[in-house]
Structure formats: structure tokens, C-alpha cells
């Protein structure tokens, strides 16, 4: 019996260890450095019309240590998209997991997001491309490190690419910079993302310091987060509903298109949708061309080339909203695991996937494709990027 009741012991405390509320935890200490409310299971900061939600990733335990990945969700009305940081964190128990993550929150994101708040120490960044000029002011954080030894100091991260910023930014409020650098063993990880779309070709600019680094059998990281804020409030004449609703139509549409007359009146369906003939047109280039992107299996670049009379024009996705509008929504589409068909009736439109073919005719492998970026042409008078 005694043997009975010291199962159930045991039982009852990793029962008990597990029903630990890390996500009140981690809220509680986050607030306790952001002096904000927590309503609602979610900090809210008054002051710049902030909210910050957390939820959880995976959750292990490694030799005694704890790890736990939380996802932080900051919002604000006047960004275009969440602004969304993975912390991994660990500790001893998972109360001081959730402190770590927590201070690894408030250092590399928050800390920029105060300073913008507070206009402290902002770093002037000018951006110009199609004949538009905008004006950022940048703040930065120092550097959130784990597993560097002491001694070593502290790198700028964001000094690696600081003549790449301004080809990255455009028209909106808001812009983010993550980066994040890590390395076990042989395996580096090497992650750039503004506003959350992961932007490959800056990677390059960080894999020597990151070849640099010792081989470990010890986790080592380093990040650092850039935000943006630009001095002149948004102007784009078009809202982001309006797109998404656009592309969720069109690809309603496109799917069920068997001939030339469905992809007129597709077109003349999304003018009257948008009101506008080049949202529309954004709208029905891009989506065979993300779709190819997203289900052929190709590497592709950050870049968009405007086709002009003149020549080709480069510019990076990041600065065409409507790109990432569309792109969400189809990310959404697929991740209702439509019929294969339908996917391959959209894609076969595209002309990253005739390009592809004759690859493969040629017997190349798609895998192992890399395409710079995506051409379009606007044929609407007029014609901005916005």
C-alpha cells in the first residue's frame, strides 16, 4: 500500500508540474517591465495603442532542462500585419523558462518599439525607388546573445546589411527587421524576415561572421530586431481588405476557368471588385506565380521586376503590398488542402511553371532552381507600386 500511495505521489507532483500556467507567468513578468494591463489573457499598452499576446510552441524536456518556445503576437492598428517573434526559451523548471522568455521579448523587441515610442536615439534612413522618396527613422536594440562567451563583444547585426535596408522598405507605417543567427555543432541557422516574410537573399551577408563562429556542442544565438517608422502617415489610396477579398475571389474563380471568355470575365469581375485596374491586375499576375512558388519546390528570390518600355525595373517584394496580402490569403487557401487539381489548375498559368517544365524537359531538378524573383507588367495608365 505504501508502495501504491508513493506512485500516486509522484503521479500527482508531474501532474502538477505540467498544469503549470507558463503563459500567465510569462505575461505576468512581461508586464511587469511594460507597466501595461493584462486583460483577457493579453498585455495591453495604452501608450502607442500596443497589444501583445503570447501562446506556446513546443514544449520538451532535454536532460532536466525545460524547453519551451513562445510565440509573441504584437499588434497595433496601424500595422499592416502582426508583428510575430518565436522566443526559445529554458530553465531549470518552467517558471524560469518563462522568465527568459520573457526578457528575451523585452530586449529584442520591445526595447526598439519603446525607443520609437519615445522618438530616443533614431537612425535616419531614406529610401527612394520608382520616383518615390520616404523617410524612416530606425531604432535598434542591442544584440539578445545566448551561449556567446563574455568576453566576446557584442556585434551590430543589423550593421551587416545596412546599405540592403533601404531597397527593402516602401510605403507603409511600419517596418520590421528580424535576425536571427544560430549555430550547433556544423548546423547554422541563418534567418532574415521583414514583417515576417522570411527574405533569403540577406542570408548571404551573414554566413561568414556566422562560418566565423567556433563549432560547439553548446546552442549559440544571436539576434536582433530593426523597426521602422516612417515620418509621413500612410497614403496608399487602397485598404488591405480590399486585396484579400479581391484574391479570394479570383482564386473562386480561377479554378473553374476552361477558356479565354472565363478569364475576361474574371477580369472585368475583379475591376469592379478592387475599383481599381491595377490592384487588379497585381491581383491576377500574382497569384499563379505565388502559387508556383509555394507548391513547385523552387528557390526564389526577393526580388519583383516591373516590366517597362524602357527595360526591367527591380524592386524587392517587401515593398509591393499587395504581394503579401495575396500571399496570405493563399497561404490560407492551401492550408484548407484543396483539391490537388484545383491547385494545378491555377499554377499551369503561371510562367515560373512553364519555365520550370522545360527545365525538367532539359533534366534539371525543380529543387535545385533558383529564380531571382518574379517579372510583371501593369498595362493601367498611371501605375504606381504601392
Known amino acids: 500500500m505504501a508502495l501504491f500511495k508513493k506512485k500516486n505521489q509522484a503521479n500527482d507532483e508531474k501532474s502538477e508540474e505540467k498544469s503549470v500556467d507558463v503563459r500567465g507567468i510569462v505575461l505576468e513578468q512581461l508586464n511587469q517591465k511594460l507597466n501595461g494591463h493584462i486583460y483577457d489573457n493579453c498585455i495591453i499598452i495604452p501608450r502607442g495603442g500596443y497589444t501583445i499576446d503570447v501562446s506556446l510552441g513546443r514544449r520538451e524536456e532535454r536532460e532536466g532542462i525545460k524547453l519551451i518556445q513562445f510565440i509573441f503576437v504584437v499588434r497595433n492598428d496601424e500595422f499592416d500585419e502582426p508583428l510575430i517573434d518565436p522566443v526559445d526559451a529554458q530553465g531549470e523548471t518552467e517558471e524560469d523558462a518563462a522568465k527568459m522568455a520573457a526578457d528575451i521579448f523585452y530586449g529584442s523587441v ?62 507603409k507605417k511600419y517596418y520590421w527587421i528580424r535576425i536571427y543567427l544560430a549555430k550547433l555543432r556544423e548546423r547554422r541557422i541563418i534567418e532574415i524576415r521583414v514583417n515576417g516574410s522570411v527574405c533569403g537573399q540577406l542570408s548571404k551577408f551573414f554566413e561568414p561572421y556566422v562560418d566565423s563562429w567556433e563549432q560547439s556542442d553548446k546552442f549559440i544565438c544571436e539576434k536582433q530586431y530593426g523597426f521602422f517608422v516612417q515620418h509621413e502617415d500612410d497614403k496608399c489610396p487602397f485598404k488591405k481588405e480590399v486585396v484579400t477579398e479581391a484574391a479570394k475571389a479570383a482564386i473562386d474563380m480561377m479554378v473553374k476557368i476552361k477558356n479565354r471568355e472565363d478569364y475576361q470575365a474574371m477580369a472585368k469581375k475583379l475591376d469592379e471588385m478592387t475599383g481599381d485596374k491595377s490592384i487588379a491586375a497585381e491581383v491576377r499576375i500574382f497569384i499563379p506565380e505565388i502559387f508556383a512558388k509555394l507548391t513547385l519546390g523552387y528557390h526564389e ?25 495575396i500571399q496570405q490569403v493563399i497561404l490560407e487557401y492551401l492550408a484548407t488542402k484543396p483539391p490537388k487539381e484545383d491547385v494545378q489548375q491555377i499554377v499551369v498559368n503561371s510562367v515560373a511553371f512553364r519555365e520550370l517544365k522545360k527545365a525538367k524537359e532539359q533534366g534539371h531538378d525543380p529543387k535545385d532552381l533558383f529564380v531571382p524573383g518574379t517579372s510583371f507588367k501593369i498595362a493601367a495608365e498611371n501605375y504606381k507600386v504601392w
Open 301 to 325: 528570390g526577393d526580388s519583383l521586376f516591373l516590366m517597362e518600355e524602357n527595360g526591367n525595373i527591380e524592386i524587392r517584394k517587401t515593398q509591393l503590398r499587395s504581394y503579401f496580402y
Open 110 to 171: 520591445w526595447h526598439p518599439i519603446d525607443q520609437s515610442l519615445q522618438k530616443k536615439n533614431p537612425i535616419p534612413v531614406s529610401v527612394n525607388y520608382l520616383m518615390q522618396h520616404y523617410d524612416f527613422d530606425m531604432y535598434c536594440q542591442s544584440v539578445v546573445r545566448i551561449g556567446v562567451p563574455e568576453e566576446k563583444k557584442p556585434t551590430v547585426l543589423l550593421n551587416f546589411i545596412k546599405s540592403e535596408i533601404p531597397k527593402y522598405l516602401g510605403s
